[in-house]
């Protein structure tokens, strides 16, 4: 083993925190490994951190939600909503916190900070590499993240282990045992991908499916700069006729879900029989009404994200949403980390996906 397991969830991933030190404690004879910690705030708004237990020689594992915006500090007397910046502040206190007595620390953090800034295309920072370096330089060894917006961040730290790890499994076990009637092969169902930033994931699972995949080019004004984008002014289908068949859509994030709802739309308007949706974080940054209307009018059939970052209360009561849980796959992962052993099962699941499909094309047939 690589040393004393010890986790720290910071606030922003308590929940997820004590789920996972539960999980990990069934399968090690009732042993907890929660270490409590915190970071209050003076009244300025400044901020320290502070670990409650010796975490001399633990292998640390720390978990943070960067896009977790229900937590609120006080400053100069008024109420402040926490802010990805915040959060990643809060993370680096932590890890200074521990004062270099950790055995090892591996920074478990869902969505990647800042990785939609992951390359420069004009005069820009680069946060996300920042980022990353700066993590590398404070002593962290190991950085777990789900679905990077794009994983060749990675190779600003190329002496660090970074694991970029997929939900494919998760999603597939979501949709197969949620639906019942669902015809896998070539002439039922297609894996789309709404920009060319998907395709790999798409590609992956279609694959493994045995099924065709489809494509939208997202056409830009790159004259306009609106919220610091470039606006869309229309997408364009690459692919074969969807007409009376399933379709998955599939990105890693929905921030305002504009995208989203207008590649559904396009999907029903060329036919599509039912339109589902899989991404891996679930931002939901402008609500609900666009999507509850989207569903009322027959533009989407179901949209599945995962429990990895902070899901809003009202958003587990809407019929068209399914939340797929992860905590025990992130326990599974520390668990064999800390136990020195390989990732390589738990990380490249193709093998499980294709016997679960094929299972439940058996049992389909039956």
Request: charged share 25%.
């Amino acid at each position: 083993m690589a040393g004393k397991l010890g986790i720290i969830a910071l606030e922003s991933a308590q929940n997820a925190g004590k789920q996972i030190d539960n999980i990990i404690s069934g399968w090690r004879s009732g042993e907890h490994f929660l270490i409590p910690s915190q970071c209050p705030r003076f009244g300025s708004g400044e901020g320290k951190g502070l670990i409650r237990e010796s975490v001399r020689d633990r292998d640390l594992y720390i978990l943070v939600d960067v896009c977790n915006p229900s937590i609120t500090y006080t400053m100069d007397g008024e109420q402040n909503r926490m802010s990805p910046d915040d959060h990643y502040q809060d993370l680096k206190r932590v890890i200074a916190a521990a004062n270099g007595k950790a055995g090892r620390i591996t920074v478990v953090m869902p969505f990647l900070y800042e990785s939609r800034q992951h390359r420069r295309t004009m005069r820009e920072s680069l946060d996300c590499a920042l980022m990353l370096r700066e993590l590398e330089n404070m002593g962290v060894h190991d950085i777990i993240t789900f679905d990077a917006h794009d994983p060749r961040v990675q190779n600003s730290i190329p002496l660090s282990s970074f694991e970029d790890v997929s939900p494919s499994l998760q999603f597939t076990q979501a949709l197969l045992t949620e639906y019942e009637d669902l015809q896998i092969d070539p002439n039922h169902m297609m894996f789309i991908s709404p920009d060319e930033g998907a395709t790999q994931r798409v590609v992956f699972m279609a694959s493994l499916f045995g099924v065709n995949i489809g494509m939208f080019y997202k056409r830009r004004d790159y004259s306009t700069i609106v919220n610091g984008m470039n606006p869309i002014v229309a997408h364009d289908f690459c692919g074969e006729s969807v007409q009376g068949k399933d379709v998955i859509v599939i990105d890693d994030m929905i921030s305002s879900g504009g995208s989203i709802i207008d590649t559904a739309a396009q999907l029903k308007t060329m036919g599509a029989k039912r339109v589902f949706v899989f991404a891996t974080f679930g931002l939901f940054t402008n609500g609900f009404s666009r999507f509850d209307e989207a569903y009322k009018n027959g533009i989407f059939d179901r949209i599945f994200t995962t429990n990895l970052i902070y899901q809003k209360p009202t958003l587990r009561e809407k019929p068209w949403y399914f939340s797929v849980g992860m905590n025990r796959y992130v326990a599974a992962i520390i668990d064999t980390l800390n136990k020195g052993k390989s990732l390589q099962d738990l990380l490249r699941p193709a093998s499980r996906i294709k016997e679960m499909v094929t299972l439940y094309r058996g049992s389909v047939s039956c």
